[in-house]
């Protein structure tokens, strides 16, 4: 499996679904595909991941989008792609990664407290149907209502 960025302006439309799994918001969507950094985990011709960042400055990415294809869950693969995508940061000076997830999602909040990330804050009502999310998202009878911040120093 190889770790691949794909350049701007490059047919990003086939990534969309994958984006899709990771985010209930549509303009959310629209905004990583034409603002991101777009990094593709494929296995030949197989898609089997995305992840998308966003420079914040000063140092800062942040990890905006993270999805495996449903094919490939479960097997490690997500993981994988982190830490080729850490390694990559490392290597360009990055010193911070933060990332955010619904709280809600209690197996997405485990798997980034695995990779070393800590949590640094809790936005209360940040998946509201103001906010481009549709009323009434719910995780394993959870609401999805909050979004927990989490960051992790690569120095």
């Known amino acids: 499996m190889t770790l691949v960025e794909l350049p ?16 209930d918001a549509p303009r959310e969507v629209d905004a990583v595909l034409a603002e991101d950094r777009i990094f ?3 296995d030949g011709d197989a898609l089997v991941g995305e992840a998308a960042i966003a420079d914040r400055g000063e140092g800062v990415v942040e990890l905006r989008s993270l999805a495996i294809a449903a094919a490939h869950q479960g097997q490690g693969r997500g993981r994988a792609l982190v830490e080729a995508l850490l390694e990559r940061l490392r290597g360009e000076g990055v010193r911070r990664v933060i990332v955010a997830t619904a709280i809600a999602g209690l197996g997405v909040v485990r798997f980034y407290l695995r990779l070393g990330f800590r949590a640094s804050s809790i936005e209360r009502d940040a998946f509201t149907p103001e ?17 927990i911040w989490f960051d992790l120093d690569l120095a």
């Not at 302006?9 to 990771?22: C, M, T, Y």
């Open 40 to 42: 593709v985990l494929v």
């Open 131 to 147: 906010r481009g999310y549709p009323s009434g998202l719910q995780e394993g009878g959870i609401p999805i209502l909050d979004r």
């Open 8 to 23: 701007r302006g490059a047919d990003r439309a086939r990534v969309r679904p994958l984006l899709e799994l990771a985010d």
